[in-house]
């Protein structure tokens, strides 16, 4: 219908990374107004009696760290706007 999407690849466990899809986006467009942090991995042990002290420190990395940078990147440019929407 029009609209427009930009793609960022990247590991949301690297901050770095994080903060360059955001000052991309605001670069393109001025803005962040939604931030969806979906990003999520899981591993094939997932017992923890299984799983090993690597595969829980990824598995956290990217499911809470992950979603704690790109909130934490995303809060400047909407508090600078004074609004935006995390979900």
Not at 14 to 39: F, H, M, Y
Not at 43 to 50: H, V
Request: proline residues 2%; hydrophobic residues 45%.
């Amino acid at each position: 219908q029009g609209g427009e999407a930009v793609a960022h690849a990247g590991d949301v466990a690297d901050p770095a990374v994080i903060q360059s899809c955001v000052e991309q986006t605001v670069a393109k467009w001025g803005r962040l107004d939604i931030l969806v942090a979906n990003a999520g991995v899981n591993t094939k042990q997932r017992n923890l009696s299984d799983m090993s002290r690597e595969q829980w420190d990824y598995v956290v990395g990217v499911n809470l760290s992950g979603v704690f940078h790109c909130a934490q990147a995303a809060l400047a440019p909407m508090r600078q706007q004074q609004e935006g929407t995390i979900i």
